[in-house]
């Protein structure tokens, strides 16, 4: 073979050599994962405290809300028969208790006036039990609320209890004092005039 074409040929394969080695390490590098790529990833872990932040600012959000909730729900203007009954028992045992035990303190517990403890007091050794008195045994019946707003209650109903002999009924009127209702005075009948005992100023036992 002539040395021309010998070497033509030699250059010709070192070229097509050079070509594949050439396309093959470009092949390789459009393959490979991208520097920005992994740079992108990098960045959505770090937004990760931003997502928190969005998290606390709604736990911050509904702090007031539920506030507010909270004081509709202290409301103490009694809507229902049955609240109305519940503190009634609440107040007539507190009455019988601290006649039962002759405890000056427990009367002025659940009365509004000096006129009231006064009542309840001359009672001490008087009133007759036939047992010791006990919440579950006061029994409140017949029970109308005549009316109710955030400082007065009206209520008609019958009270009795097992732990000694005798009913009555007529309107109670409480009061709210301080953080809880007391009783102001009991009215035989439904037309008495009882409304001025809602409008009245309270001066404490």
């Known amino acids: 073979m002539e040395p021309d074409r010998?070497?033509?040929?030699?250059?010709?394969r070192i070229i097509v050599a050079g070509l594949f080695v050439l396309g093959l390490a470009l092949g390789i590098w459009l393959l490979w994962p991208d520097g920005n790529a992994a740079s992108g990833t990098a960045t959505t872990i770090a937004a990760s405290p931003a997502t928190s932040t969005t998290v606390d600012n709604t736990v911050t959000t509904t702090i007031p809300a539920a506030t507010t909730t909270l004081s509709i729900a202290d409301s103490h203007v009694v809507e229902t028969v049955e609240e109305a009954e519940e503190i009634l028992r609440e107040l007539w045992f507190g009455w019988f208790e601290?006649?039962?035990?002759?405890?000056?303190?427990?009367?002025?517990?659940?009365?509004?006036?000096e006129e009231l403890f006064e009542s309840a007091a001359n009672q001490?050794?008087?009133?007759v039990f036939n047992d010791l008195p006990h919440e579950a045994e006061v029994m409140v019946e017949m029970t109308e609320i005549l009316?109710?707003?955030?400082?007065?209650?009206?209520?008609?109903?019958?009270?009795?209890?097992?732990?000694?002999?005798?009913?009555?009924?007529g309107v109670q009127i409480?009061?709210?004092?301080?953080?809880?209702?007391l009783l102001l005075s009991v009215w035989t009948n439904k037309g008495d005039l009882w409304g001025a005992d809602c409008e009245s100023v309270l001066q404490s036992p």
């Open 98 to 113: 601290g006649i039962y035990n002759q405890d000056e303190d427990r009367i002025r517990e659940v009365v509004a006036t």
């Open 6 to 12: 010998v070497t033509s040929t030699v250059m010709t």
């Open 124 to 127: 001490f050794g008087v009133m």
């Open 147 to 169: 009316h109710a707003d955030d400082d007065c209650l009206a209520v008609w109903s019958e009270v009795s209890a097992k732990f000694r002999d005798g009913r009555s009924d």
């Open 174 to 181: 409480l009061r709210w004092v301080g953080d809880h209702w």
